[in-house]
């Protein structure tokens, strides 16, 4: 059974960086694309980052572009987001996605298995 947890959420001020980690198990990391998406209240999911299977091909919201890096760890079976010069708007839980394949996904239907998310807050 396949697990993701998130971790490195929090509170931060404007202008601060935060890092995000998100654990796999239970299928081989390596061969699957890993996404990062999020839900501010009231709105729905959206789409962030996604990383393809070796971390050679990352692609980003336009958002984000500039700001986050999404990365990849296969030895430890991790994926990371890296957010600098956040802004209120990036306020969400965070969420992490493995994909059905290994290539680069940004729909969440490309997706089969979800962690629990992790809260970030920025405040103005």
């Known amino acids: 059974q396949v697990q993701l947890v998130e971790s490195g959420g929090g509170l931060v001020q404007a202008g601060g960086s935060l890092r995000l980690s998100c654990a796999a198990s239970?299928?081989?990391?390596?061969?699957?694309?890993m996404g990062w998406f999020r839900q501010a209240p009231g709105k729905e999911r959206e789409f962030v980052a996604t990383?393809?299977?070796?971390?050679?091909?990352?692609y980003y919201a336009d958002s984000v572009k500039g700001r986050f890096t999404i990365s990849r760890d296969n030895a430890k079976n991790t994926v990371y987001l890296q957010m600098n010069s956040l802004k209120p708007e990036d306020t969400a839980v965070y969420y992490c996605?493995?994909?059905?394949?290994?290539?680069?996904?940004?729909?969440?239907?490309?997706?089969?298995?979800w962690g629990q998310g992790t809260q970030v807050t920025v405040s103005s």
């Open positions: 990383i393809n299977w070796s971390g050679g091909n990352t």
């Open positions: 239970g299928r081989t990391f390596s061969n699957y694309a």
């Open positions: 996605a493995q994909a059905r394949g290994f290539t680069i996904s940004h729909g969440s239907y490309e997706y089969d298995y």
